[in-house]
């Protein structure tokens, strides 16, 4: 087999240094290097990654709303661009309250996909895992925040199962803490909430005030000039510009006055909006980008997994490749995808209001008439982006409502039964467009919810950068993956008056793994990181070895009988460190982390 290492100094760019052979030894002596003769090295091991795969859920419902949960692959027909496509794979999952003995309330999380269950197959219990995410990016309003702090400890006195395991986080990443069964940790935590979300004010004009939907359609739209017409005409209001003043002060006929600060106006309100949309589409593809990676990371927990996202909305207009890979990640890692829109009831209050009287003609009056009606469009538009997360992956959207504490409960109990198929996506390459999907059911008088498209990758990940991917997600993972059992132990010794030398052990049991048979090897590509943070989560020292396995029958049984251990010694100052480690496989990508937090001395 073939080891490499790398001293991770910026773990993200995940450099790579030669190959080395590597040796077991559980007593710590070192690696030595390869003597193997070209002539018997084989070829470097390479994955075969299937085409690329769409996944569907589908809930279906009779006439009287009733979930319908005896339909099978036979009763579906699936659709690309109009065009038939095979189901390749298709399973049936419910999501419900477990009642768990005391021997399943254990903080130890077992780790897959899907929870879901195949034709003929009985369903087995499995924790409920609810991932609770804040998103403290594009939420402005920090009394929105405060209510919502109070709502989730209300909801917290007696809205879980005894077996639930429950994470909180927030989008910016200011706060994070991992599945725990332990209510009272979760009531301190949320107590503290509002003083760990980031609070960072948007920049908003005043004068003239508008909208998150104005603004796009003012900047990047421009199908309907109301918007503009709207701001331009409070611009003038605000700003004390009148066509009458400024023709007498610069000797300018009130006509053409009149078009110059009509022109003025327009340049203002511009302005305004191009700022205001260009932040907004910067923190709504933050928000996506935190919520994309929290779902990479739970694909490799097994459970029953939602998750709840508590957000006051965004406008999906210019991100709809952004939303749905953030769909086909949520359903790839067979995770349910709830909204809760933290605004409550849509209110029309419109903080410059009184503009609408101070016009002193009834064009003025009627143009800013309009403004209620803007703010309604606007609530509409940023919850229809909470309902297309929630309706494309079998959640539940909460909405323009004040009892958020019922409608959490209602997504904790959710009874919800869907089914999930899969196809080859007939593509031949990537080419960034958006696809529509069209599924038929042959039983009449059903009715099916389901995503209607989604976007191609405008461009092929490859292999380097999904493992990449998959490592750094597992590293900030809600959570231990045990998909592959991994071990972690430590010591340490003092070297001088201020510094000791940390030495990591980490063992890894592969017995269980997929290798490829080929020429009469066994083949696989494992790769381990191993990285030291301080308490401010600060990058210390770590360590990255990946090992190309071509395993003889005898090595390959002794792998599987004692698996393998790594050391890595790192000096430190005293104090508290935050120990992670990953471990993940190249055939069926599986994974395994581990999570320690040690006290040196």
Avoid: W
């Avoid at 009130?254 to 260009?278: G, R, Y």
């Avoid at 950068?465 to 592959?484: Q, S, T």
């Avoid at 395993?551 to 698996?563: C, E, F, M, Q, R």
């Avoid at 471990?583 to 982390?593: D, H, I, L, W």
Wanted: aromatic share 8%; proline share 4%.
């Amino acid at each position: 087999m073939r080891v490499r290492y790398t001293s991770i100094i910026l773990f993200f760019a995940l450099l790579f240094l030669p190959f080395f052979s590597f040796s077991a030894d559980q007593n710590g002596q070192k690696e030595q290097t390869s003597t193997r003769k070209s002539s018997e090295r084989s070829e470097p091991f390479t994955v075969k990654v299937p085409v690329d795969v769409v996944v569907v859920s589908i809930t279906a419902k009779d006439k009287s709303g009733n979930a319908v949960k005896d339909l099978t692959v036979s009763d579906f027909k699936v659709y690309e661009d109009g065009k038939p496509v095979p189901i390749h794979t298709f399973a049936s999952e419910t999501y419900k309250a477990i009642q768990s003995s005391d021997d399943d309330r254990k903080n130890t999380l077992p780790t897959d996909a899907a929870g879901s269950t195949k034709e003929g197959e009985t369903d087995s219990f499995q924790p409920r895992m609810i991932s609770m995410f804040v998103d403290d990016i594009t939420n402005e309003k920090p009394e929105d925040l405060a209510r919502l702090q109070q709502v989730l400890a209300k909801f917290l006195e007696s809205g879980l199962q005894p077996g639930d395991l429950v994470s909180l986080q927030t989008a910016s990443g200011k706060f994070h803490q991992d599945f725990t069964s332990n209510r009272e940790l979760l009531h301190s935590l949320v107590s503290e909430l509002l003083k760990k979300v980031s609070l960072n004010p948007m920049f908003r004009s005043d004068c003239p005030e508008m909208t998150d939907l104005q603004a796009y359609l003012i900047y990047a739209d421009n199908s309907d000039p109301r918007p503009l017409q709207v701001a331009a005409e409070e611009a003038i209001i605000c700003l004390g510009l009148t066509a009458s003043q400024q023709g007498v002060t610069a000797g300018i006929e009130p006509v053409n006055a009149n078009t110059i600060i009509q022109d003025q106006a327009k340049s203002v309100a511009m302005s305004a909006a191009s700022t205001l949309h260009n932040e907004n589409q910067f923190r709504y593809r933050q928000l996506l980008f935190s919520l994309k990676q929290h779902l990479r990371s739970l694909k490799h927990f097994e459970g029953r997994k939602s998750l709840i996202l508590f957000s006051d909305g965004f406008l999906a207009d210019d991100i709809r490749f952004d939303l749905q890979d953030v769909v086909d990640t949520a359903l790839r890692s067979g995770v349910v995808f709830n909204t809760v829109d933290i605004r409550g009831l849509y209110t029309t209050v419109i903080e410059a209001s009184k503009r609408v009287t101070v016009g002193n003609n009834s064009r003025s009056f009627a143009i800013l008439s309009m403004k209620p009606l803007m703010r309604i469009e606007d609530a509409q538009h940023q919850e229809d982006s909470l309902r297309q997360l929630s309706g494309e992956t079998g959640g539940i959207h909460v909405g323009n409502t004040n009892d958020l504490v019922g409608g959490i409960q209602k997504i904790i109990d959710n009874n919800s039964f869907s089914y999930v198929l899969s196809y080859a996506s007939p593509l031949a390459s990537s080419d960034g467009r958006y696809h529509k999907i069209k599924i038929e059911v042959g039983r009449p008088g059903i009715q099916i919810n389901y995503r209607k498209g989604y976007y191609a990758p405008k461009e092929q990940r490859s292999l380097e950068r999904r493992k990449k991917e998959d490592i750094i997600e597992a590293l900030h993972a809600p959570g231990n993956l045990n998909e592959i059992p991994i071990q972690l132990s430590y010591n340490y010794f003092q070297v001088d008056d201020s510094r000791y030398q940390l030495a990591l052990l980490t063992r890894v049991t592969v017995r269980g793994l997929k290798f490829v048979e080929e020429d009469s090897r066994f083949k696989n590509m494992i790769d381990l990181v191993v990285i030291a943070f301080d308490e401010n989560d600060q990058y210390v020292d770590g360590l990255e070895k990946s090992m190309e396995l071509n395993l003889t029958d005898p090595s390959y049984k002794a792998l599987l009988a004692n698996g393998f251990t790594s050391k890595v010694d790192i000096k430190v100052p005293p104090g508290r460190y935050k120990i992670r480690a990953v471990v993940r496989e190249g055939v069926n990508t599986k994974m395994g982390s581990i999570h320690k937090t040690i006290e040196v001395p």
